[in-house]
Nanobody, 120 residues
Framework: QVQLVESGGGLVQAGGSLRLSCAASGSIASLNVMGWYRQAPGNQRELVASITSGGITNYADSVKGRFTISRANAKNTVLLQMNSLKPEDTAVYYC??????????????WGQGTQVTVSS
């Protein structure tokens, strides 16, 4: 079992910044992928950014150049720095964890979700 505890999020004006943090604990595999997904009302959950245990990153096109994902604290903490936020970034953001090579939706773990609201 893996537990994910998120922090950060909140309300910010357009153009502002927020930072999300997620700490993983439990049976952490040495090779894994951690990341952030988001879900806005009426929309499907979508990948925002991910980072492997080796530091390889992947970003949604909509956030490239604005968001930065990184790992810290023996690599079991994942951070998402969100700059130049837009109203369309408003969503519930979920931390994710899965063993490298496994499918997130089938075998992954999720955080409880944190609300990010960007006002125009």
């Amino acid at each position: 079992q893996v537990q994910l505890v998120e922090s950060g999020g909140g309300l910010v004006q357009a153009g502002g910044s927020l930072r999300l943090s997620c700490a993983a604990s439990g049976s952490i595999a040495s090779l894994n992928v951690m990341g952030w997904y988001r879900q806005a009302p009426g929309n499907q959950r979508e990948l925002v950014a991910s980072i492997t245990s080796g530091g390889i990153t992947n970003y949604a096109d909509s956030v490239k150049g604005r968001f930065t994902i990184s790992r810290a604290n023996a690599k079991n903490t994942v951070l998402l720095q969100m700059n130049s936020l837009k109203p369309e970034d408003t969503a519930v953001y979920y931390c994710s964890y899965v063993r490298l090579g496994w499918h997130q939706n089938t075998f992954g773990y999720w955080g409880q979700g944190t609300q990010v609201t960007v006002s125009s």
